[in-house]
């Protein structure tokens, strides 16, 4: 069985810095997208940035410049760099991944990990 789990939240001042990590676990293949997603108190779950197999990068208007996502594909392991945090950032923050096998793209969520930024 396929597992995600986040770890790196927490309480963090306006302009510090969180690393957030996500482990995959149960997929013998390296997924296709790793991604980050969160979801604010009230508000719909967005992306944050995503990575592809190819090596292609995508970022949330609003993290440009201050996020950053890496992976390690041979680890099933994604990671994302928060730098310059708001207190708009505050949010749940979700790992994805996904693999397409066959016909099926089999997408995959973690619990989430809590990130605040509070003063």
């Known amino acids: 069985q396929v597992q995600l789990v986040e770890s790196g939240g927490g309480l963090v001042q306006p302009g510090g810095s969180l690393r957030l990590s996500c482990v995959g676990s149960?997929?013998?293949?390296?997924?296709?997208?790793m991604a980050w997603y969160r979801q604010a108190p009230g508000k719909e779950r967005e992306l944050v940035a995503d990575?592809?197999?190819?090596?292609?990068?995508t970022y949330a208007d609003s993290v440009k410049g201050r996020f950053t996502i890496s992976r390690d594909s041979g680890k099933n392991t994604v990671y994302l760099q928060m730098n310059s945090l708001k207190p708009e950032d505050t949010a749940l923050y979700y790992c994805?991944?996904?693999?397409?096998?066959?016909?099926?793209?089999?997408?995959?969520w973690g619990q989430g990990t809590q990130v605040t930024v509070s003063s």
């Open positions: 994805y991944a996904d693999k397409l096998i066959g016909l099926r793209n089999n997408r995959y």
């Open positions: 149960g997929m013998s293949l390296s997924f296709n997208t």
């Open positions: 990575s592809i197999s190819t090596g292609r990068t």
